[in-house]
């Protein structure tokens, strides 16, 4: 069910996450970058619940900006009824030339 409802909202939640992710500054100076995979309830009127980090980047600050991004993200598209799904969320730094 999970997967499904990924398949069919994959555009708008990385369009979301994209627009709503919190890279703090600390972390950025620092240089810290990382992947992590952070796995949460989409309610039937798309709020979330139950956020966890299902693999952590190895930064506890990235891991902990990673479960607020899913927070500032919602509402979510709406699924027929509640269901489980994992992201990943990329931490990066752009590269300047």
């Known amino acids: 069910k999970g997967t499904r409802y990924l398949d069919v909202n994959d555009t ?5 996450l994209n627009k709503n992710l919190y890279y703090p500054q600390l972390a950025r100076r620092k240089g810290w970058c990382g992947r992590v995979m952070v796995a949460f309830t989409v309610l039937s009127d ?5 956020i966890t980090i299902k693999k952590s980047s190895g930064i506890p600050l990235l891991d902990k900006c990673a479960v607020k991004t899913i927070s500032m993200c919602a509402p979510f598209p709406k699924p027929t009824s ?3 799904i994992a992201v990943p969320i990329l931490y990066q730094l752009q590269k300047h030339s």
């Not at 798309?46 to 139950?50: L, Q, S």
């Open 12 to 16: 708008e939640i990385r369009i979301r």
């Open 82 to 84: 509640a269901v489980r």
């Open 46 to 50: 798309g709020r979330v619940k139950n």
